[in-house]
């Protein structure tokens, strides 16, 4: 097995990052837990980051789940979890998100249920028919297994 790449890796530690995994985060971030990382239908979820880099598998883009990176404009947005029958087990394509209007604009034409974010692929939708989000595509593919926050399940 291949070691992952140092972009893979740079994109999986930026992502935690800007996702409010903060220096208080250490020792759980030590133990491979990196805190709140992405919304699944309104569930906040936390990841165990490993180093799986899945870019040159080759294996067909319906065996991946996809995670929306919003830039550390708040929590990325995955399109399944665990209970979900079409969950491809914590493997995913990151796709990079683009506002051409800036995130505010996302925000007004996306948050159906005005809580203050995107946290569903159905809102993030809303955004992209109405041009104020934009998919630039697959940035990374790797595996990751995902736990759901408590107090904050679907």
């Known amino acids: 097995m291949r070691a992952p790449s140092s972009r893979i890796l740079a994109v999986a530690v930026t992502a935690a990052t800007m996702l409010g995994v903060g220096v208080g985060a250490a020792s759980a971030a030590s133990a491979g837990v ?7 239908d309104g569930a906040l979820y936390r990841t165990v980051l490993t180093p799986a880099d ?3 598998t080759a294996a067909p883009e319906g065996s991946f ?3 929306y990176d919003f830039g550390g404009a708040q929590p990325n947005v995955a399109t399944a ?17 683009a506002f051409p209007q ?5 925000l007004t034409s996306g948050d159906a249920n005005h809580d203050g974010v995107l946290d ?6 809303l955004a992209f028919i109405a041009g104020t989000a934009l998919d630039r ?6 595996e990751c297994p995902v736990i759901p926050l408590s107090g904050h399940q679907r």
Request: aromatic residues 12%; without cysteine; hydrophobic residues 45%.
């Open 120 to 125: 569903s692929d159905a809102e993030l939708e």
């Open 54 to 56: 899945l870019a040159d």
């Open 34 to 40: 990196t805190g709140p990382a992405f919304y699944v």
């Open 81 to 97: 979890a665990p209970t979900d029958p079409d969950y491809n087990g914590g493997r995913w394509m990151v796709h990079e998100l």
């Open 65 to 67: 789940d996809t995670i």
């Open 137 to 142: 595509g697959v940035v990374a593919s790797f």
């Open 102 to 106: 800036g995130y505010a604009a996302a």
